[in-house]
Structures are given as structure tokens and as C-alpha cells.
Nanobody, 122 residues
């Protein structure tokens, strides 16, 4: 049974930083492309970042200067470092996985976590 469990969300002031984590089990982590998406209230889920099994990284254009995605294959864990947070970054952040190459759309991904809430106050 595949499980993805996010953590690290919370309330932070604008300009602050957060590091999100995703612990996984039940999949051969090192062979998967892993990603982060987010969903703000009233909006569709959107791509944030992804990292493939070769550790190549991909970012949403609007976030690439403030986010760093990384993975630890030994721990089967995924991370997202977010800096210079803005109120518009407020959203539920989801960890997700897929077999094969990187993709930036939701339907390409197979497994999803329950999400972790990030709230940025102004």
C-alpha cells in the first residue's frame, strides 16, 4: 500500500520560510518522479515543483526563485524549501508521485498525500 504523508506546514509571516517534508512508503521511491502541487481556496490544484529519479528538478515559473525541491532516496523522503513566502502562497500543499518522466499536470500523477496547510500572513 502506497502512502505519502506530508508535514511541515503551518502559519508563517510574509517573508518567512518553511520546509515541507513528505514521507513515503510502499513504493520504490528511488525510481519515481516526485512532485509538489498546491491548491488555494477556490482555485484549482497547481504544479509547484518536481524532481525525477536522476535528481533533475523542475519548477513552476512563478515559483522557481523561491522554492527548492529535493529528495533523499535513502529515507524515501521528498522535501520542498520555500523562502520569501507571500500571502498568495497560502494553500494546501500536496506530495505526489509518478512513474516515468516529469510532468506538470495533475492527471499525470498516480499517488497523492493528504496535504499540509501553509498559511502566510501579511
Amino acid at each position: 500500500q502506497v502512502q505519502l504523508v506530508e508535514s511541515g506546514g503551518g502559519l508563517v509571516q510574509a517573508g518567512g520560510s518553511l520546509r515541507l517534508s513528505c514521507a513515503t512508503s510502499g513504493l520504490t521511491f528511488s525510481t519515481y518522479t516526485m512532485g509538489w502541487f498546491r491548491q488555494a481556496p477556490g482555485k484549482e490544484r497547481e504544479f509547484v515543483a518536481a524532481i525525477n529519479w536522476r535528481h533533475s528538478t523542475y519548477y513552476a515559473e512563478s515559483l522557481k526563485d523561491r522554492c527548492t525541491i529535493s529528495r533523499d532516496n535513502a529515507k524515501a523522503a521528498l522535501y520542498l524549501q520555500m523562502d520569501s513566502l507571500k500571502p498568495e502562497d497560502t494553500a494546501v500543499y500536496y506530495c505526489t508521485s509518478k512513474v516515468g518522466a516529469y510532468a506538470n499536470y495533475e492527471a499525470a500523477y498516480d499517488y497523492w498525500g493528504q496535504g499540509t496547510q501553509v498559511t502566510v500572513s501579511s
